[in-house]
């Protein structure tokens, strides 16, 4: 059996861009969506800014607002996940700094 060269060179990209992503700056992305899994994707939408129970966050940080006003900023957004609001619960003492900055990481992607 032969390899072609075009294949394992889409091998080879497919392997360094989720290396890429799971290793973000400022937090590990499948880590990040692990997160989500377990503590958010209740009333959340990953794949939709529709509404579930809350926002959906596709594109999340792409828009200008977050639906309190605030700009779609990395601390805005972890200020939001800590103190919760609108019906969200508090995730300070749920979730670790690492596991904030994962799922931050991991909402990036979105």
Same mark, same amino acid.
């Given at each position: 059996?032969?390899?072609?060269?075009?294949?394992?060179?889409?091998?080879? @990209?497919?392997? *360094?861009? #989720?290396? =890429?992503?799971?290793?973000? %700056? $400022?937090?590990?992305?499948?880590?990040?969506?692990?997160?989500?899994?377990?503590?958010?994707?209740? @009333?959340?939408? *990953?794949? #939709?800014? =529709?509404?579930?129970?809350? %926002? $959906?966050?596709?594109?999340?940080?792409?828009?200008?607002?977050?639906?309190?006003?605030?700009?779609?900023?990395?601390?805005?957004?972890?200020?939001?996940?800590?103190?919760?609001?609108?019906?969200?619960?508090?995730?300070?003492?749920?979730?670790?700094?690492?596991?904030?900055?994962?799922?931050?990481?991991?909402?990036?992607?979105?």
């Amino acid at each position: 059996m032969t390899t072609k060269p075009g294949v394992v060179g889409a091998c080879l @990209c497919v392997a *360094a861009a #989720s290396w =890429a992503l799971a290793a973000a %700056p $400022g937090g590990n992305v499948v880590k990040g969506k692990s997160v989500y899994s377990g503590s958010c994707a209740v @009333c959340h939408l *990953a794949d #939709s800014a =529709a509404t579930k129970m809350g %926002p $959906g966050l596709k594109g999340l940080f792409q828009r200008a607002k977050l639906k309190n006003g605030q700009k779609v900023a990395e601390a805005s957004v972890r200020a939001r996940i800590e103190q919760g609001g609108s019906g969200m619960p508090a995730f300070k003492d749920m979730l670790t700094d690492g596991e904030k900055s994962d799922l931050i990481a991991y909402l990036k992607t979105l």
